[in-house]
């Protein structure tokens, strides 16, 4: 029982610095590899993004929530870029993307994935996720929410 009180206030201390520290994510969509040819959808928490289990699958988000794709194919082997038709907006590790510098999608990229906030701005070009060694490793997505 004790150790029970003790676990819940850890919890609290813990997710108290945790909403000090960065915005809180609202959906988690986890992503691996398929050899080079495809990324895979794992499992995404919250709002339906796509089918768990399809290769390559379009993707639908939601404008204003906050993203964090936990990339299980590794930056080093298939680092992932959010992009537009023309443009990477935002890649996981090297190169910069356009949109990398803006604060209100406050994009912060790391060894296991990337996190960003889906701002109309970034709604309105991003078309497209893809590896940025395997062209083919690539899928559309779609906003809801913007007109
Ligand atoms: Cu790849």
Do not use: K
């Amino acid at each position: 029982m004790r150790l029970l009180l003790l676990a819940s206030v850890l919890f609290m201390i813990s997710s108290l610095a945790l909403a000090q520290t960065d915005n809180p994510v609202d959906t988690t969509i986890t992503i691996d590899n398929v050899g080079a040819t495809a990324y895979v959808l794992m499992d995404a928490e919250g709002v339906g993004v796509a089918e768990v289990g399809v290769e390559n699958a379009a993707w639908t988000l939601q404008v204003g929530q906050r993203y964090r794709i936990v990339n299980n194919g590794e930056l080093l082997f298939h680092p992932l870029e959010l992009r537009s038709d023309t443009d990477i907006l935002l890649a996981q590790g090297d190169p910069e993307g356009t949109l990398e510098g803006d604060t209100e999608i406050n994009f912060v990229s790391d060894d296991e994935g990337v996190t960003f906030t889906l701002t109309p701005e970034l709604a309105e070009s991003l078309t497209t996720y893809r590896c940025a060694y395997h062209p083919v490793m690539t899928g559309s997505i779609s906003v809801d929410g913007t007109s």
